[in-house]
């Protein structure tokens, strides 16, 4: 048993080719033969007409108002030229005279906020509390409720004297009171290397200072991504090399030699 290659294909169809070539005219469905030649001429000729298009003469002139307009065309009246003939010229405006703003201009407009006064507070304020200007023209701001830079550094700086270094201390739950320098540790349901919460007695009462665990349970691990393509499931719809070799060759017709010459005999004569 033989099979037909492609090339085999290829060259009988070539011959079939070249043996038939000018001897027949492929016959088209509704189509028959006329006693009409149709000349070169006229087939340029019907290639150089527009589908549905006829004869048409464009008059010489017509009125204007079968003229459409639309938002980029539009007619001018006599009335809008006189308008636009009217306005000032290109020239910089000056302090007497109108015309266009300079560049240096435009942007010392654009700097000025919407509004703006010149050099004019209306109003001081202290917390929502306005103050009042005195007969010198001043306004007195009183700060002495507040705490300067240097006095809170002083309270900190006091806060901290006594502790020489930092403790901790595990516990099952927070005493009523706790000491200065020490960080509590309170037993959670954490896991690994986050089992405690963290807490520092501070202003007379404690302070959560958290947690250090990090979920991490949706990420991929680095040794969970595939580094090879035969690791990747196949998508639906497309096909393996081997299901395509499959595919090819269960489309290959198997013939004998006997067929094979049959089939020579038949197209090119014995």
């Given at each position: 048993m033989s099979f037909v290659t492609d090339s085999i294909l290829k060259k009988?169809?070539?011959?079939?080719?070249?043996?038939?070539?000018?001897?027949?005219?492929?016959?088209?469905?509704?189509?028959?033969?006329?006693?009409?030649?149709?000349?070169?001429?006229?087939?340029?000729?019907?290639?150089?007409?527009?589908?549905?298009?006829?004869?048409?003469?464009?008059?010489t002139s017509h009125a204007a108002t079968m003229i459409a307009e639309d938002t980029t065309h539009r007619f001018v009246t006599d009335t809008e030229k006189s308008t636009w003939n009217a306005k000032a010229g290109t020239s910089v405006a000056t302090k007497t005279a109108n015309g266009l703003m300079a560049a240096d201009d435009k942007t010392k407009l654009d700097a000025?906020?919407?509004?703006?006064?010149?050099?004019?507070?209306?109003?001081?304020?202290?917390?929502?509390?306005?103050?009042?200007?005195?007969?010198?023209?001043?306004?007195?701001?009183?700060?002495?409720?507040?705490?300067?830079?240097?006095?809170?550094?002083?309270?900190?700086?006091?806060?901290?004297?006594?502790?020489?270094?930092?403790?901790?201390?595990?516990?099952?739950?927070?005493p009523s009171t706790g000491k200065k320098g020490v960080i509590y540790l309170v037993a959670n349901s954490g896991s690994n290397n986050n089992i405690y919460d963290e807490h520092i007695y501070i202003n007379s009462k404690f302070e959560k200072l958290g947690s250090r665990e990090m979920d991490l349970s949706s990420y991929a691990k680095k040794t969970d991504i595939p580094t090879k393509v035969?690791?990747?499931?196949?998508?639906?719809?497309?096909?393996?090399?081997?299901?395509?070799?499959?595919?090819?060759?269960?489309?290959?017709?198997?013939?004998?030699?006997?067929?094979?010459?049959?089939?020579w005999t038949e197209v090119f004569g014995a």
């Open positions: 009988a169809l070539g011959k079939i080719k070249t043996w038939g070539e000018g001897k027949f005219v492929a016959q088209e469905a509704g189509k028959g033969l006329s006693a009409n030649d149709y000349t070169t001429a006229e087939k340029n000729k019907l290639s150089g007409i527009e589908a549905g298009a006829n004869k048409y003469v464009h008059p000025i906020a919407s509004g703006a006064q010149v050099n004019k507070i209306e109003s001081v304020k202290v917390n929502g509390t306005a103050l009042s200007i005195d007969a010198s023209k001043a306004v007195n701001v009183d700060l002495t409720a507040y705490a300067k830079s240097v006095d809170v550094t002083k309270e900190i700086a006091s806060a901290v004297s006594g502790v020489t270094q930092i403790d901790y201390s595990v516990v099952e739950q927070l035969s690791s990747l499931t196949n998508d639906s719809g497309y096909q393996t090399a081997a299901q395509v070799t499959s595919a090819i060759d269960a489309k290959l017709v198997a013939m004998t030699e006997t067929e094979l010459n049959s089939m």
